[in-house]
């Protein structure tokens, strides 16, 4: 029988993009048509969403929800892979410009409860048969901003709905959506549902939590990750929930679109290459110097950073190294944009090393690419990371990653130590304590590594050749999928 799954999610790839979120949500879904489940997605109807699908029609009234007037549920198209995208249309809560969580101050929404559970709540109206033309057999919750979906699958069972069963995924335990209690009036769920065996999580409401207690199954977005969870250091909280729940977490790790994420395909890259001829990514090197008005030095090693500015990305521990770099002959270019603290020691680093040091403020598609294919080495200096993608990238481009042993960081690099390189693993740097000396041992190492021509070079051929696919992605969830069909 063929699967059909509804993908409920805030973020996707190319329609809108924050996050890794989105890079999920835009290639799992064509992965698994090719592979025979039948995959939809279900998306708040932000301007960007809208604007990008095509042949939008209208599907079903949903009447009036959460103070949001009259909401409509509508579907399109998203090409080039022709997935099937609902939208959940309610202008009172998503037509607003900028960010799809921030105003214009970059504080949260005073109504992102109710701009969230109403697309949660949706993709339960569609397991309920909101669309005559499909349905789904299961609901699959991506991150907090979906977390309800479960709760209310669960809730609309009480009133006789058929079961649809639900797969909650993880893509950063940190964010979990938790509002105040007082809140949980406006939510339309059953007033036992306010419990510890609930969505309650510590006085407040936990749409995360929510997920996490009430779907069937819960992934995450590596194996490393789902082990970290369950343990208190990294489990947010959460990590009793999950310990009870150990038999029903996965960790997949994410995979690469390689029509996006390729050298050899790359149309915003300055020159295209291979791993069986690299030698034109210099090019894309000088044209990253020169865009980012770095010395035009191809014996400088250039570290670059892609990444939001948070305190998760562990930029501040690279911000105290940026002086190991500069004295080393190298450069680093950074893009980012997020915390105004780090956007400063940022400016200041670039500001105190003229020709050494460039940053970028904001979010750039393009210049990211170029970063990524123009840099040696790619740095992901996570505190945490559930899988990250940058380092995954990096590999693609024979940019080599330096990362923290952390997560999904720790599941697809392996340093470049003395062994490793004897035995044919190195693949980039990875440091193990998350301080000073840890992430200037993995940048000396880079240097070394750098000045060993034929090493580095051996590095580079065996990182472009790693393979991250989507395929082997889709395979992993269509087994949960089908733990779950027929039950
Ligand atoms: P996270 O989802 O925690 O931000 P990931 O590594 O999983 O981290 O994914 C980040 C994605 O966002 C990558 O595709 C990365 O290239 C992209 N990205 C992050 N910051 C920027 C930026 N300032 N400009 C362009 N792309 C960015």
Request: one cysteine or more.
């Given at each position: 029988m063929t699967?059909?799954?509804?993908?409920?999610?805030?973020?996707?790839?190319?329609?809108?993009?924050?996050?890794?979120l989105a890079d999920v949500v835009g290639a799992l879904p064509p992965a698994q048509s090719q592979l025979g489940t039948h995959a939809r997605v279900v998306l708040p109807g932000f301007p960007a969403v809208l604007a990008g699908l095509e042949d939008l029609q209208s599907v079903a009234d949903l009447g009036g929800a959460f103070g949001a007037g009259n909401v409509r549920l509508e579907r399109g198209v998203l090409q080039p892979h022709g997935v099937?995208?609902?939208?959940?249309?309610?202008?009172?809560?998503?037509?607003?410009?900028?960010?799809p969580y921030l105003d214009a101050a970059h504080r949260s929404y005073a109504d992102n409860d109710r701009r969230f559970a109403l697309l949660a709540w949706a993709a339960a109206r569609i397991a309920k048969g909101a669309d005559p033309a499909w349905k789904p057999h299961i609901v699959h919750a991506h991150d907090w901003h979906a977390g309800l979906a479960p709760a209310y699958l669960r809730a609309f069972e009480r009133g006789g709905a058929a079961r649809t069963a639900s797969v909650m995924t993880v893509h950063n335990l940190a964010y979990q959506g938790t509002f105040p209690a007082s809140e949980f009036g406006a939510l339309q769920l059953p007033g036992d549902f306010y419990a510890v065996e609930g969505v309650e999580f510590y006085g407040h409401v936990s749409f995360l939590k929510a997920g996490l207690y009430y779907a069937d199954r819960i992934t995450t977005v590596s194996p490393t990750y789902a082990r970290e969870i369950q343990t208190q250091t990294h489990g947010a909280g959460l990590h009793g929930l999950l310990q009870t729940r150990t038999h029903d977490i996965t960790g997949i790790l994410n995979g690469v679109d390689y029509s996006i994420w390729s050298p050899s395909v790359d149309e915003s890259i300055a020159s295209k290459y291979t791993a069986s001829k690299p030698s034109a990514k210099s090019k894309c090197k000088a044209a990253l110097q020169e865009r980012m008005g770095l010395a035009r030095d191809d014996d400088a090693l250039l570290f670059g950073v892609v990444s939001r500015l948070t305190e998760q990305k562990g930029l501040d521990l690279l911000l105290s190294a940026v002086p190991d770099i500069v004295q080393r002959g190298g450069q680093l270019v950074v893009l980012g944009t997020g915390d105004p603290a780090l956007e400063t020691g940022m400016k200041n680093a670039?500001?105190?090393?003229?020709?050494?040091?460039?940053?970028?403020?904001?979010?750039?598609?393009?210049?990211?690419?170029?970063?990524?294919?123009?840099?040696?080495?790619?740095?992901?200096?996570s505190r945490f990371e559930p899988c990250g993608l940058t380092q995954l990238y990096a590999l693609a481009y024979g940019s080599l990653p330096l990362v923290h042993r952390v997560g999904g960081l720790a599941d697809t690099v392996v340093d470049s130590s003395l062994e490793n390189l004897a035995d044919d693993l190195a693949t980039g740097f990875v440091f193990d304590t998350f301080d000073r000396a840890g992430i200037v041992?993995?940048?000396?190492?880079?240097?070394a590594l750098k000045s060993?021509?034929?090493?580095?070079?051996?590095?580079?051929?065996?990182a472009m050749n790693q393979s991250f696919s989507w395929e082997a992605a889709a395979l992993e969830y269509a087994e949960v999928y089908q733990g779950l069909m027929g039950r």
């Open positions: 699967v059909c799954v509804l993908h409920a999610a805030a973020e996707m790839f190319p329609l809108l993009k924050t996050g890794g099937v995208v609902y939208v959940v249309r309610a202008d009172q809560f998503y037509d607003r410009p900028g960010n670039a500001a105190a090393h003229p020709g050494a040091v460039a940053i970028e403020l904001g979010f750039d598609e393009t210049l990211s690419h170029s970063i990524i294919a123009g840099s040696d080495v790619v740095m992901v200096p041992g993995a940048i000396r190492r880079a240097f060993r021509r034929t090493d580095w070079k051996a590095v580079v051929k065996r």
